[in-house]
């Protein structure tokens, strides 16, 4: 994937990394237009830098949107979805399997800033979901694939409601990433992602981004900072001067320049790099995924496996929704025992290691119940859908032989 950077004769091939606070004009009347959104140029790395301008066009590319802004984080990218869209009354409906940073930030820190959420089950009716609905309702929320509980969502479904109550429909696409589904032919019209997963790939750099369709009307009435002027910018009304993309314009414009939550430009650089081979490690995640998924689901040592696909209703959604036959790289298991085995097991594997995190090239695994989830009680825990035995698994891009090996040895260490 070439894109985001097209080099002219005798200029370097590859994306540069541009480690510039600043850029120089010499005519104050063009800073000033460059500063009050009259003409588009780089001015200081917190609102655009070229080598985050080359990531962000990979990116939107591949998701086939209007524009992306690249964040500091996956959780910025969140962030800035949510905050660019609602301000304090506003309420927003989301699925209630979101990763554990995101419901948090739905659940509680938002409510301190005045911004009220109501969670819904994915698998609950329409009709159901639809009584969450309020007026002051602003977006709907959901990932792709919920993490840890792997589900996938109904676009079907959820795509229907947000037309239905004119909201904008935000998605975080982490786990599938754009090689495995694109949400914006499916009736999404933002699209989140952590960057320092599959993205980066290697475990790397910590980043995100949020994509625009371009699509949603913002000018209905029901999204006043859209529509009336703002006056941090000389009264700029973004769906106005910016009627191709107001909600980027908006998003660069007050996220980037008052909340501060920048990409920089050596994570861009990496992020390039990884987009450039997502198309060849997604699948091989998935093939891996299948097959370590397969051989657990007949250890003895293995009371149960979640992977989408190995089930039908998920092998369904991924014949639906995506573009390959195969699901991501994250599965889950519970290993019989009690906690003192399943130290014992995490213990005993020598290619997967014992890591926060997923998406690396390499095999990871994790026991929420003593980590991500440790601040839970264990009701608590099991309403999250984690299990005091649950292991959680980012399958790797290694041979897959050797993946099970690995895991047969360490589970066989504790007959
Ligand atoms: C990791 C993750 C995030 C948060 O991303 P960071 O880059 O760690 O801030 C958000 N959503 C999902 C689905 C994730 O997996």
Redesign the pocket.
Known sequence: MQAGHTPKVGEPRILPIVQSTTFKYDDIDQVHRVMTLQEFGFKYTRTGNPTVAGFEEKINLLEGGAGAVATA????A?LLAISNICRAGDHIVAASTL?G??FTLLHSTLKKFGISASFFEPEAPAREIAKLFRPETRLLFG?TIG?PGLNILDFDKLSALARRFDVPFVV?N??ATPVLCTPFKLGVNIITH????YIDGHATS???VVIDDGNFNWASGKFPEFTEPDSTYNGVRYTEKFPQAPFLAKARAQFLRDFGGCLNPFNAFLFNLGLETLHLRMPRHGENALALARFLQNHPRVAWVNYPGLDPAGRKRIARYFLQKNGSGILTFGVKGDRKAIGQFVKKLRVAALVVH?GDARTSVLHPASSTHAQLTEPQQRAAGITPDLIRVSVGIEDAGDLIADFDQALSSLD
């Not at 984080?73 to 910025?76: E, F, H, K």
Request: charged share 15%.
């Open positions: 984080s996956g959780q910025a969140n990763y940073g995101t990932e993490n975080d982490t786990l952590s960057a320092s997963k910590i980043g995100g997923i």
